[in-house]
């Protein structure tokens, strides 16, 4: 057993306070017996005295001569080794047995005065104590003998228990040990107890399967990562390789510089996107906060990819209505965000089709959505469009890297806000912010947010 160990600890608390405990039961039942024993005595001693008057008057009017007799024949009853001491202010005497000194360190004596015939009467009746003494004295003896005992007994109970109560914390340790990187889907026993034990390998085994996932995710986007990367550093090395392989002309020269930094482009940006995931897991991201007008960020990326929206023949439409839309937000992070929600609905619009940006004001809160009309997103695909490097069959193969939404949704998060999506397979997909407005949020609003977006997801 370790010196230090809880069982250990447990074990020498547990027999600590059973010897005090013991201790104070036997001081207390030695004193208690004595004080008892003693009262006994003192009881029974008054009662003898008090016969003792009673039989003194009846007998001093009648027996004459023969008081001492009678005297001694009365106090023939009493138990061994009691005595007796009667002295008369007249000079009368008794004492039984006769010539038994008094020693009061040995005797308990009670004294009383009584008057008979006019005669004043000084008794003393005296009790051996020797029995008292005795008794005691083998209750302390079996005390002193008996909890020792009890102690050892104590103590290997106290062992037993302890390490059968900590058994499921030896069992829970024995299985966190068999727990590694490699062996994350193991879990701990849970107890069937009930007490705290089994809710403490509850918890861990929740962190566990959060710490599964996560390490799980965390491969996954290692293993993505490096898939998509590995493709335009492929091109790169097959373009320049074919390059030099043999003289070609300036034109073949340019189209290979072309395809290189065509692709050294798409490599960059998948690593800038990479990089502002990893700032925004770490929360190192600093998204400085001021009023932000919602219809103006709009307006500025509908303008910034007009050309892209037509050189694809979509029309982009703007929906803004009279009032500005103030909301709390970082300007860049936000334009981000939607120039992620605009691409992702003019790469999936229909050729010829239209691209909605609209913004609504109601109840303390700014909606902003943004529309497409193109082929829509399947219920299998839609709760993971989300996650990094998730590309649809249907909704996600007009090429990207699967990063875009991802990054949306942890500029969203950022702000204290959710993307919200709705799509239809085959006529379209409306991504949908939902803001508190600026300097006209109370806490009515605030507690309103949740209760009112489906509201506005008619507006």
């Not at 007008?293 to 050309?307: F, K, P, Q, R």
Request: with cysteine.
């Amino acid at each position: 057993m370790q010196t230090r160990s809880l069982r250990f600890r447990l074990t020498i608390w547990y027999t600590a306070v059973l010897t005090a405990g013991l201790a104070l039961f036997g001081t207390l039942l030695w004193l208690s017996l004595r004080h008892e024993l003693n009262a006994d005595l003192e009881r029974d001693l008054d009662g003898r005295a008090a016969r003792f008057e009673i039989f003194f008057g009846s007998e001093a009017a009648e027996s004459g001569v023969h008081l001492s007799e009678e005297l001694e024949e009365f106090c023939q009853a009493l138990p061994p080794a009691n005595y007796v001491n009667l002295r008369g202010s007249r000079g009368f005497t008794f004492r039984y047995p006769a010539g038994l000194p008094a020693q009061p360190g040995r005797f308990r004596i009670r004294e009383r005065k009584f008057n008979v015939n006019g005669e004043e009467f000084d008794l003393e009746v005296g009790a051996p104590l020797t029995d008292i003494h005795h008794f005691l004295e083998r209750l302390r003896l079996l005390l002193w003998s008996l909890i020792p005992v009890v102690i050892v007994l104590g103590c290997i109970g106290g062992a037993w228990l302890s390490g059968r109560a900590l058994k499921p914390v030896q069992d829970v340790t024995n299985a966190a040990l068999a727990i590694s990187i490699e062996n994350l889907s193991g879990r701990l026993p849970v107890p069937a107890t009930g007490d705290e034990i089994a809710s403490l390998a509850a918890v861990l085994n929740s962190m566990l399967a959060r710490l599964e996932a996560a390490v799980t995710t965390l491969s996954q986007f290692a293993g993505d990562a490096s898939h998509e990367l590995r493709t335009p550093l492929a091109v790169i090395r097959t373009t320049a390789e074919l390059a030099l392989r043999r003289e070609r002309t300036p034109e073949a020269y340019r189209t290979a510089l072309q395809d290189v930094v065509s692709e050294s482009e798409r490599m960059t940006q998948l690593v800038e996107d990479l990089l502002a995931l990893a700032r925004s897991d770490a929360g190192t991201v600093d998204m400085p906060r001021a009023a932000v007008n919602v219809c103006e960020v709009l307006a500025e990326i509908s303008e910034e990819m007009a050309n892209l929206a037509d050189a694809a023949g979509i029309r982009v439409t703007t929906a803004f209505g009279e009032q500005p839309a103030i909301i709390s937000a970082n300007r860049q992070a936000l334009h981000r965000l939607f120039t992620v929600l605009l691409d992702n609905a003019l790469k999936f619009s229909r050729a010829a089709g239209e691209v909605i940006l609209s913004v609504t004001r109601k109840d303390g809160l700014v909606s902003a959505s943004v529309e497409d009309f193109g082929e829509g997103i399947g219920e299998a695909d839609l709760p993971h469009i989300f996650k990094r490097f998730y590309q649809a069959d249907r909704s996600r193969s007009a090429g990207g890297h699967g990063l875009g939404l991802s990054l949306a949704q942890s500029i969203a998060q950022a702000h204290g806000v959710e993307i919200d999506v709705r799509s239809t397979l085959g006529k379209g997909t409306v991504f949908r912010v939902i803001f508190p407005e600026r300097n006209t949020q109370t806490p009515t609003a605030a507690s309103k947010m949740a209760a009112n977006t489906e509201a506005l997801a008619g507006l």
